[in-house]
C-alpha cells in the first residue's frame, strides 16, 4: 500500500472513531502512523470526526522528535504549514514518538474511563483483559510526563500494544490501521459496560436563564442519586475540568447559579445547561454522561487531586476550549446517541 493510501485508510479510520461518543468527545483523541521517517500526528485541537473534509494531520519528521525526545523540550513547537495554515502537532504528539507501533489510536473511551478512575481499576482489569500485552499508566500530565510513563511501561512490557491511561483514556497500537482497530474493538467488547440509569422519566422543565441538555437521557445525571454523588465528589479526567470547569453544582433550585456554570443538575429533577453552552462543551458532558452512567456505586473513585486540577487549569485550558470551538465548526457532526 503506498503511502498516501496509507493516510487515507487512517484518516477514514479516524473519521469512524471520532464520531463514535463513546470514543471521542469534542476535540479529544488522536491518531497517528508513521511512514519513512514521519510521524503523521493529529493537530491540536482538530475533531477527528472531521479527518475526512478538514486538514487533520501534521507531518514532524521522527529524528527531529528524537532530539526533542532526549533534550526532553516538550514538543511545544512541533508542527506544520498544512494546507496554508500552520498547524500545532498534537499535545499528546512525545506518546505517539516513544510508541514504537506504525500506527497508534488514543481515545477517551467512555467504558475504559468508567474503570479508570478506580483505585482499583489496574486489578479490575486485568480480570478482564487477561491475556492481553496491556499496561496500566497511573495518572501523569499529557504531553511529555505521560510520554515517559508510556517509555517505562515498555521497558518492563515490551510486547504491550494496550495502555489504560488512568483518569484519562486509552492507547492501542497497530502494525497497521486494521490490525490497531480491531484490537481497539476487543478492547472494548471486554471493558464495555451497560450504562445504569436511562431516563425516560424526567420532569425537568424550562428554568429561568437556563437551557435544558439536547438529549432528555442527560437528566439521568441529575435525577440518579449515584450518578450525583459521583459528580459533586469531584474531578474523574483532564477534559471534564477543560471544557466543563473545576466543579458540578448540584441545587435543589437552579436560578442562583445561571450563567456562572455551563451546566448544573437539580436534584431529583434532571440537568439544565447553559445557554452559552458550546457544541465542545456539549459533546464533552455527553461524554461525562456516558462515563458516570457506567461507574457502579461502590466503585471506589479516585478523583484528580486539587494540584492536578490546578495544573490543567493553568495550562491554558481556555485557549484550548477557544481552538477546540473554531475546529467545531467544520463540519456537523451528530453526537446524539
Ligand atoms: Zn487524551
Redesign the pocket.
Known amino acids: 500500500m503506498s503511502g498516501q493510501a496509507e493516510i487515507s485508510e487512517l484518516l477514514n479510520l479516524s473519521a469512524r472513531l471520532g464520531r463514535d461518543p463513546l470514543l471521542v468527545q469534542a476535540s479529544?483523541?488522536?491518531t497517528s502512523i508513521k511512514l519513512e521517517g514521519t510521524l503523521w500526528i493529529k493537530a491540536s485541537g482538530k475533531w477527528l470526526a472531521h479527518a475526512t473534509e478538514a486538514d487533520t494531520l501534521v507531518p514532524v519528521r521522527l529524528d527531529e522528535l528524537q532530539v526533542s525526545l532526549s533534550e526532553n523540550d516538550g514538543f511545544s513547537t512541533a508542527g506544520a504549514m498544512v494546507g496554508g495554515d500552520y498547524l500545532r502537532a498534537s499535545i499528546?504528539t512525545a506518546m505517539h514518538a516513544v510508541l514504537p507501533h506504525k500506527v497508534v489510536i488514543?481515545v477517551?473511551s467512555v467504558n475504559t474511563i468508567s474503570w479508570a478512575v478506580r483505585r482499583d481499576g489496574e486489578e479490575r482489569l486485568a480480570e478482564r483483559l487477561g491475556g492481553l500485552a496491556w499496561c496500566w499508566i497511573p495518572y501523569v500530565a499529557?504531553g511529555m510526563p505521560l510520554a515517559r510513563m508510556i517509555e517505562r511501561a515498555l521497558a518492563g512490557t515490551p510486547s504491550a500494544t494496550i495502555f489504560v491511561?488512568a483518569n484519562?483514556?486509552l492507547v492501542v497500537c497497530g502494525a497497521d490501521c486494521r490490525d490497531a482497530e480491531e484490537r481497539l474493538a476487543e478492547v472494548e467488547r471486554r471493558l464495555a459496560v451497560p450504562a445504569r440509569c436511562c431516563c425516560d422519566r424526567a420532569t425537568m422543565e424550562p428554568m429561568p436563564g437556563w437551557g435544558l441538555p439536547e438529549s432528555p437521557e442527560m437528566h439521568a445525571l441529575g435525577i440518579d442519586a449515584v450518578s450525583r454523588r459521583i459528580l459533586t465528589g469531584g474531578i474523574l479526567y483532564?477534559?471534564q475540568v477543560m471544557f466543563l470547569g473545576p466543579r458540578v453544582v448540584s441545587l435543589s433550585e437552579p436560578e442562583g447559579a445561571a450563567g456562572s456554570v455551563p451546566f448544573a443538575l437539580v436534584e431529583g429533577r434532571g440537568v439544565v445547561t447553559s445557554r452559552r453552552m458550546t457544541a465542545s462543551q456539549r459533546a464533552v458532558l455527553n461524554g461525562l454522561m456516558h462515563v458516570v452512567q457506567r461507574i457502579e456505586p461502590s466503585a471506589p473513585i479516585r478523583y484528580l487531586s486539587e494540584t492536578e486540577v490546578v495544573n490543567l487549569l493553568t495550562e491554558d485550558a481556555h485557549g484550548y476550549h477557544a481552538c477546540a470551538e473554531r475546529n467545531a465548526q467544520q463540519a456537523s457532526v451528530s453526537n446524539a446517541r
Open positions: 479529544s483523541g488522536n499528546e488514543h477517551h499529557s491511561l484519562h483514556g483532564p477534559c
